[in-house]
């Protein structure tokens, strides 16, 4: 075997569901992230728990990007795929998103009794330039395999990928039996002679490998491998939230799911409501009575939560929202990413109201943002929302352990949370509606809310020159906020010229790496993307001013005639001719390739651009 | 004696009489039983020494919900039918406050029918009151699930179509921990239900028929007292002081739960306490018993776990 040293490769395991392609690679980038390379995953999920096995809704399984170099998303094109059959395959074919030259490694253990199929997917394959290197798991494989009841296949594909990837034996068996500690001791070791035994088919049958050569110096400190919404639940708990109300939904379920684990440890507690207006209503009724709440939701349950949401706008009471995006409209497709919530975020409820809306683009932003919600709830007394999306929840990657604070009360959180959403700390005396913000049980208050009108006082009160003023306080909170936004961070070192390419939340691992790669070539590209996307910074005329083009990039869909929400946005907050050039609405995270290819055609003179 | 008596000091915040309950005069109808409602509780709170800080009232939409911005202590009128979630949060958030649910029969049995199934379940540690006046009043009179077949309304002008639902059974049929029928034109007895209603650990289910003179004047003949029985048991709340020597007073045994049925089957009316189970388990208790079992971690090692 000659081993391709590069820096940078992707690949995908593919299987029916069910089948643990997800644990075969969790195992496989813990083992590259102990050998010091930098790894970048992103599960593929199907939204029913068992499809029937070799159809096409079955699929199930991860893309993997490892490199040398830290990785902000999954990257452009496949390298290599591992399919457990042809019709896996075939449906992750539609999606075009593998290298000219992939090579696929077909598992041609079904092939017996579906000839066909399989000769029209090669032919396909072949049509495409892509070279198939069938195999079979080997009969000693088959027979652990039978004896582990047809569940360890993902452990020959996973031997296969390991002698490809170059990654030591002794180190994957290492991985293997940490992460499959609590199975029986026979059972175990079944699995790891199946790895072996895929491992040993490769090293013996495969004529290619791929040497991801390791960064030379490891990071300090510790280092964490965790998922958007794993980092999401524990900066909740780090915020010093004290209770987490949902309702089962995809994608944001899994917060639940973690923090109903460990919040009691930490004197949090989960509360799994009847529907998701209730999951609100008792995080704002916990908020009223003074202890920090949170709810989480996805696109239907936030439709459901908006009267409640206005009540918050309207009582003054602090509330925090999640939203994890998944394609919409209505149920849409629950676990595929899209971002086109932000308008039902942003002008969602009825009336004019105010709110604050923090999106995460990586990681460690799950876990910060947290903090600065708590921060800018209790500060103005609104709801504040922090929006992710299926592709951000889901991803996971290795980052240097981040500090753990351990917030009691929002005048702990540090400078360095601020600097990291690019804002200030907004003033210390903020005007609220009604004077009397004390929490119940405080003697000689009474504060008493309403989502009515009221005075100061908190009377109800429908006279036009008080309904004015309350509109008036309530906007002027958010108005702060707009004031302390700094301007966000410019990817690399164009400042101004030809052409800004701007996005929000997900989008930005994506747009930074086409941004820094346009500007390597000579590019005058800018590129920038809302840490906080609601509201905007007062400057945010000036900045796009300085670029003869705007553009976004926004999961979302938009055609000639109608412009994605980001767009829309600054278009009505700046009067510049903003324009989308990437606003596809497929549950597929955007490849870097792609934004830098319609960057070039704005620059060679295509504009408006073409959707 | 007597200037000891003057001195006596109350504990911080219990008022003294129901004048230091008050706001504002309340914005309801001349006549409307949510007076009668608004001062029972005032009169049990002052009787009870409950102290306004520590107390909280919560409310949906429609006439009942304007009842916490009337009682001075602390309060949240909230969204239509949503007041038991907001209720439940603040039973989570703050085990030491007393909280009163105010809410209507639309806004318990419909728009909120489903918080009122999950309420009674969770049996978190509320009182629970239900203004039943038997249709939609601030919104001028359309039919509720309460009303009674055969009633005109604005949106059922030939007679409200369908039988009403009806709620005790219903809370019954839930396994609700506490069940009381009252109504609002017999103080003492509301007054006294308020009470065992409070006593009892859970979602205690207080059913007021309250009357709408505005827009269903007719609806109970409350001076006639030959329509009604009244409950009576030692664990039970006794019969209204002012009428009691009018009314048929029969036996019934509040843990009896199948009597409980037939009670709130019958075509007569029943007032007093139809059930109680004092066992029933808490999910407030519960979520705040796991913190004080559960092995507290320090805060450093948050992310072990995902170490690699």
Redesign the interface.
């Known amino acids: 075997m000659s081993a391709e040293k590069i820096n940078i490769s992707r690949f995908e395991l593919l299987m029916d569901a069910g089948f643990g392609a997800q644990k075969a690679g969790d195992i496989l980038i813990?083992a590259f992230?102990?050998t010091g390379r930098h790894v970048f995953i992103e599960p593929m999920i199907p939204a029913e728990i068992s499809p029937p096995p070799r159809t096409r809704p079955a699929l199930s399984g991860v893309s993997i990007r490892v490199a040398n170099f830290d990785l902000k998303n999954i990257g452009n094109d496949t390298d290599i795929i591992l399919a457990a059959h042809e019709v896996v395959l075939n449906r992750r074919l539609d999606d075009e998103e593998h290298n000219a030259k992939a090579k696929v490694l077909l598992d041609m253990g079904d092939k017996e009794t579906n000839q066909e199929s399989y000769e029209l997917t090669c032919k396909r394959c072949a049509k495409l330039g892509i070279s198939v290197y069938p195999f079979e798991v080997s009969e000693e494989g088959k027979m652990l395999v039978k004896g582990l009841s047809g569940k360890g296949k993902n452990m020959y594909y996973l031997g296969i990928l390991a002698a490809i990837y170059q990654v030591p034996e002794e180190t994957m068996v290492k991985e293997i039996r940490a992460t499959f500690a609590k199975l029986p001791p026979d059972v175990l070791d079944k699995n790891i002679q199946v790895f072996h035994y895929g491992h040993k088919y490769a090293t013996e049958n495969i004529h290619f490998s791929i040497d991801i050569t390791p960064s030379p110096a490891p990071t300090n400190g510790?280092?964490?491998?965790?998922d958007g919404n794993?980092a999401m639940a524990?900066g909740i708990?780090?915020a010093g939230f004290?209770?987490y109300?949902g309702y089962p939904i995809t994608p944001a379920s899994s917060i639940m799911h973690t923090l109903a684990k460990?919040f009691?440890?930490?004197?949090?507690?989960v509360?799994q409501?009847?529907?998701e207006?209730?999951?609100?209503?008792?995080?704002?009724?916990?908020?009223?009575?003074?202890?920090p709440?949170v709810t989480g939701t996805s696109g239907p349950g936030l439709s459901l939560k908006q009267?409640?949401i206005g009540?918050a706008t309207a009582?003054e009471i602090p509330i925090v929202i999640l939203d994890i995006q998944r394609a919409g409209p209505s149920t849409g497709m629950p676990t595929k990413t899209e971002q086109s919530d932000l308008s039902a975020v942003i002008w969602g409820t009825h009336g004019d109201h105010v709110k604050v809306v923090i999106s995460v683009g990586n990681v460690l932003d799950c876990f910060y943002a947290p903090k600065l919600a708590r921060y800018f709830a209790e500060k103005l007394k609104l709801p504040v929302f922090i929006l992710s999306d299926f592709y951000m929840a889901n991803c996971y990657k290795?980052i240097n352990?981040?500090p753990?604070e351990?917030i009691k009360k929002i005048e702990e959180v540090p400078d360095y949370i601020f600097n990291h959403f690019w804002v200030n700390r907004l003033p210390d005396q903020i005007e609220m509606v009604r004077t009397e913000q004390a929490a119940?049980?405080?003697?000689?208050?009474?504060?008493?809310?309403?989502?009515?009108n009221t005075d100061e006082k908190g009377?109800?009160n429908y006279f036009s020159k008080t309904d004015q003023r309350a509109h008036a306080v309530r906007n002027e909170k958010m108005h702060h906020v707009s004031r302390a936004l700094r301007e966000p961070e410019m990817f690399g070192t164009v400042k101004e010229g030809e052409i800004l390419v701007v996005g929000w939340g997900s989008t930005r691992g994506a747009i930074a790496e086409a941004v820094h790669n346009c500007q390597k070539e000579g590019l005058s590209v800018g590129g920038m993307c809302f840490r906080i996307v609601y509201p905007l910074p007062v400057i945010l005329p000036q900045i796009l001013a300085r670029f003869k083009y705007v553009v976004t990039v926004e999961s979302a869909y938009g055609d000639a005639m109608k412009k994605p929400p980001l767009a829309t946005l600054l278009r009505s907050k700046t009067l510049k001719d903003v324009q989308c050039i990437l606003c596809r609405a497929t549950g597929r995270p955007y490849a870097p390739r792609f934004i830098q290819g319609k960057i070039k055609d704005v620059l060679a003179g295509h504009w408006p651009p073409k959707q | 004696m007597a200037t000891e008596a003057k001195t006596e000091k109350l504990p911080e915040g219990v008022p003294g009489n129901i004048k230091e309950l008050f706001t504002e005069n309340p914005r309801w109808c001349v006549g409307c039983g949510d007076f009668s409602i608004v001062m029972a509780v005032k009169r049990f709170m002052v009787e009870e020494k409950l102290s306004s800080h520590g107390t909280v009232n919560i409310s949906g939409i429609g006439c009942s919900g304007r009842a916490p911005n009337y009682i001075n202590t602390y309060g949240m009128h909230g969204i239509h039918g949503r007041a038991i979630p907001l209720a439940l949060g603040m039973a989570l958030a703050r085990p030491d406050l007393n909280v009163f649910v105010h809410s209507g029969d639309g806004d318990a049995i419909s728009i909120g029918g489903g918080h009122l199934i999950h309420g009674i379940n969770k049996n978190f540690n509320c009182v629970f009151i239900l203004y039943d006046n038997e249709l939609y009043a601030l919104t001028k009179s359309q039919t509720s699930p309460t009303t009674r077949k055969g009633h005109k309304t604005a949106t059922q002008p030939l007679g409200t179509y369908l039988d009403p639902i009806n709620a005790l059974q219903m809370v019954l049929g839930l396994n609700a921990s506490f069940v009381a029928n009252t109504a609002d034109w017999m103080p003492d007895h509301l007054v006294n239900t308020l009470k065992a209603a409070f006593e009892h650990k859970g979602f205690s289910y207080v059913h007021v028929m309250q009357r709408c003179p505005h827009f269903d004047p007719n609806n109970w003949d409350h001076k006639s007292t030959t329509w009604f029985s009244f409950l009576e048991h030692k664990n039970g709340i006794p019969p209204d002081k002012r009428i009691a020597d009018k009314v048929e007073t029969i036996k019934h045994d509040p843990s009896d739960k199948e009597a409980a049925f037939r009670l709130a089957n019958a075509k007569r009316t029943y007032f007093g306490l139809f059930y109680i189970n004092p066992d029933k388990a808490r999910y407030d208790e519960i979520l705040l018993n796991q913190i004080k079992t559960a092995e507290q971690e320090p805060i450093k090692n948050l992310l072990d776990e995902f170490k690699i």
């Open positions: 813990k992230a102990h510790e280092q964490l491998l965790i794993s524990m708990i780090d004290k209770l109300t460990r009691h440890h930490y004197g949090g507690m509360h409501a009847e529907d207006i209730s999951a609100i209503g008792t995080a704002i009724g916990a908020y009223f009575g003074g202890v709440a009267e409640f009540y009582a290795v352990k981040p753990i351990g119940p049980g405080t003697p000689g208050h009474m504060r008493r809310v309403t989502g009515l009377s109800i």
